[in-house]
T-cell receptor, first 113, second 116 residues
Framework: AQSVAQPEDQVNVAEGNPLTVKCTYSVSGNPYLFWYVQYPNRGLQFLLK??????LVKGSYGFEAEFNKSQTSFHLKKPSALVSDSALYFCAPRVRYGQNFVFGPGTRLSVLP | NAGVTQTPKFQVLKTGQSMTLQCAQDMNHNSMYWYRQDPGMGLRLIYYSASEGTTDKGEVPNGYNVSRLNKREFSLRLESAAPSQTSVYFC???????????????FGPGTRLTVT
């Protein structure tokens, strides 16, 4: 079975500072890892995914994520946060023939002006 | 290209009433999903459909029924609403089958349902 943890319910960061939203996962087999973002009163939106290859994946809106196999982590990062990045972020591990509907509990990111 | 659309956006029901939440996608996706989102519980899968004519239970199917009417449309029905079904409901679709991990999901804007 797949499981995912996002250890921080809330992350606060000042505008212009780098941000990190953490995710650790447990799957059987090779993981495919996704990040989604949810803005207020909206559905989830795909941000980026790791399938294979380079451990650093770049996505929409300047976000990137680093896959670390030994630590089973897939942390979301951005070098310089914007107030408009304030939203709920979900990590989602996927695996072939797995429970490919599991999402992490979400981390609320607040970027303060 | 509207993506995934859901109706209605808001609904208030009394306990015991029934209603159907509608979902449609115009991306020619094979798979469709219904989730509910509750504070502190995250997203939970109610039902999904891997293709037209097939549906399967997710984590929390009790109290719900679904119909995959055609490739575009996937509806969720509450036969006898209960206060525990107060939630935000999201429909989603993806190009590949659910067991294939490559494909991202596309979500609708949600239906906010209150059962009193």
């Amino acid at each position: 079975a797949q499981s995912v943890a996002q250890p921080e319910d809330q992350v606060n960061v000042a505008e212009g500072n780098p941000l990190t939203v953490k995710c650790t996962y447990s799957v059987s087999g090779n993981p495919y890892l996704f990040w989604y973002v949810q803005y207020p009163n909206r559905g989830l939106q795909f941000l980026l995914k790791y399938i294979t290859g380079d451990n650093l994946v770049k996505g929409s809106y300047g976000f990137e994520a680093e896959f670390n196999k030994s630590q089973t982590s897939f942390h979301l990062k951005k070098p310089s946060a914007l107030v408009s990045d304030s939203a709920l972020y979900f990590c989602a591990p996927r695996v072939r023939y797995g429970q490919n509907f599991v999402f992490g509990p979400g981390t609320r990111l607040s970027v303060l002006p | 290209n509207a993506g995934v659309t859901q109706t209605p956006k808001f609904q208030v029901l009394k306990t015991g009433q029934s209603m159907t939440l509608q979902c449609a996608q115009d991306m020619n996706h094979n798979s469709m999903y219904w989730y509910r989102q509750d504070p502190g519980m995250g997203l939970r899968l109610i039902y999904y459909s891997a293709s037209e004519g097939t549906t399967d239970k997710g984590e929390v199917p009790n109290g719900y029924n679904v119909s995959r009417l055609n490739k575009r449309e996937f509806s969720l029905r509450l036969e006898s609403a209960a206060p525990s079904q107060t939630s935000v409901y999201f429909c989603a679709s993806s190009d590949g089958p659910p067991q294939e991990p490559l494909y991202e999901q596309y979500f609708g804007p949600g239906t906010r349902l209150t059962v009193t």
